[in-house]
T-cell receptor, first 114, second 115 residues
């Protein structure tokens, strides 16, 4: 079984600054995948970034990047140059491959202030 | 990215009635779809895995007879809440992974209110 833990219920960041959201996970699988999803007030789940566990290189998507520490089972999300539109719930999640179910963390609510 | 739709986006029904929610993959085929329930300010809770052409797999604690799932085609899964009660009021979300994709794409969700 997989577990995903997000220890920060809420975070706040000023516009244009950088913020890091934490996520730890536990799994007995050797092959797995990690994701960060964003859920804005519309409640539409949006994929932010994904990381394959077998890849050592940290994934990046424009202003979003991850710090994947496989030995520590840590998968944090860094948001650079924060924008007002980044305000949302962020969920860390994992699965074990194609068409396998996702395990979600409890989420971190990110506020972006002027 | 791939697009998943849900219908209706919101529904209000009387206690004791049944409500059907549709989940469609618009530009890809999905042999597997997932149904989640989300309470306010909480995470997504997986209810069941919908499998095209076979029975759904329900998570522990989810009543199979209350939450009927049918995956009739490679682009459509339905969730029917039978004999709905106020405690069934929630936000229901479906997701689907295109083949060879590891990530899932989510529908916009359905807000169910049972009076």
């Amino acid at each position: 079984a997989q577990t995903v833990t997000q220890s920060q219920p809420e975070m706040s960041v000023q516009e244009a600054e950088t913020v890091t959201l934490s996520c730890t996970y536990d799994t007995s699988e050797s092959d797995y995948y990690l994701f960060w999803y964003k859920q804005p007030p519309s409640r539409q789940m949006i994929l932010v970034i994904r990381q394959e566990a077998y890849k050592q290189q940290n994934a990046t998507e424009n202003r979003f990047s991850v710090n994947f520490q496989k030995a520590a089972k840590s998968f944090s999300l860094k948001i650079s140059d924060s924008q007002l539109g980044d305000a949302a719930m962020y969920f860390c999640a994992s699965n074990t491959g194609t068409a396998s179910k996702l395990t979600f963390g409890t989420g971190t609510r990110l506020q972006v202030t002027l | 990215g791939a697009v998943v739709s849900q219908h209706p986006s919101w529904v209000i029904c009387k206690s004791g009635t049944s409500v059907k929610i549709e989940c469609r993959s618009l530009d890809f085929q999905a042999t597997t779809m997932f149904w989640y329930r989300q309470f306010p300010k909480q995470s997504l809770m997986l209810m069941a895995t919908s499998n095209e052409g076979s029975k759904a797999t329900y998570e522990q604690g989810v009543e199979k007879d209350k939450f009927l799932i049918n995956h009739a085609s490679l682009t459509l899964s339905t969730l029917t809440v039978t004999s709905a009660h106020p405690e069934d009021s929630s936000f229901y979300i479906c997701s689907a992974p295109p083949s060879s994709y590891n990530e899932q794409f989510f529908g916009p969700g359905t807000r169910l209110t049972v009076l």
